[in-house]
């Protein structure tokens, strides 16, 4: 079956450190990965995706590799700020277009 | 920009009561969905549906009920509200396409739903 599995929160950061959160994800075929971000009171917002194996998405300075042998999609910016605190969901989109998985979420608090 | 709107953003109501909640999008995505999410933020999957009169339950047991009788329209009712049903639900919604790079989910607001 399908399933996302991401690191537990909350990371707590400092202004400008390198931020890292894992996602590792189990499939069958070749699913469409996301990372969606929500700020507090709201929907969730498409952040990045990649559709295929070696792609990388990138946005506002986030990137995250499509990795299909070790089946992972971690998120990574080089520079937090504190704009950046929200709660961050990894996904996937079966590979027959059935539903969205979604990771438990982790969330980001970043210090001034 | 997400066109997907939903309706009421906050609802507090008494025990016992029928409550629907609203979702709409001007997109013409044929799939949609709700989610329920806890305190702890993790999405649970309700219901959803591949199109007009296509309606399944999701991952999560619910005691709601979810019609799809209009592409854009997707409303969530439950018969009787209970304390236990407090929470906030999220509605979102999909297109099916021959393009993997073309697909995303797009979300509503969300409604916080509180059962006093």
């Known amino acids: 079956g399908n399933s996302v599995t991401q690191m537990e929160g909350p990371v707590t950061l400092s202004e400008e450190a390198f931020l890292t959160i894992n996602c590792t994800y189990t499939?069958?075929?070749?699913?469409?990965l996301f990372w969606y971000v929500q700020y507090p009171g709201e929907g969730l917002q498409l952040l990045l995706k990649?559709?295929?194996?070696?792609d990388k998405g990138s946005n506002k300075g986030f990137e995250a590799t499509y990795r299909k042998e070790t089946t992972s999609f971690h998120l990574e910016k080089g520079s937090v700020q504190v704009s950046d605190s929200a709660v961050y969901f990894c996904?996937?989109?079966?590979?027959?277009?059935?539903?969205?998985?979604f990771g438990s979420g982790t969330k980001l608090n970043v210090k001034p | 920009e997400a066109d997907i709107y939903q309706t009421p953003r906050y609802l507090v109501i008494g025990t016992g009561k029928k409550i629907t909640l609203e979702c709409s999008q001007t997109?013409?995505?044929?799939?949609m969905y709700w989610y329920q999410q806890d305190p702890g933020m993790e999405l649970h999957l309700i219901h959803y549906?591949?199109?007009?009169?296509?309606?399944e339950k999701g991952d999560l047991s619910s005691e709601s009920t979810v019609s799809r009788i209009r592409t854009e329209h997707f409303p969530l009712t439950l018969e009787s509200a209970r304390p236990s049903h407090t929470s906030q639900y999220l509605c979102?919604?999909?297109?099916?396409?021959?393009?993997?790079?073309?697909?995303?989910?797009?979300f509503g607001q969300g409604t916080r739903l509180t059962v006093v």
């Open positions: 996904a996937l989109e079966g590979y027959n277009f059935n539903k969205f998985y």
């Open positions: 549906s591949y199109g007009v009169n296509s309606t």
């Open positions: 997109m013409g995505h044929d799939k």
């Open positions: 979102a919604s999909s297109r099916t396409t021959p393009r993997k790079e073309n697909t995303e989910a797009f």
């Open positions: 499939a069958t075929g070749y699913p469409s």
């Open positions: 990649a559709t295929k194996a070696d």
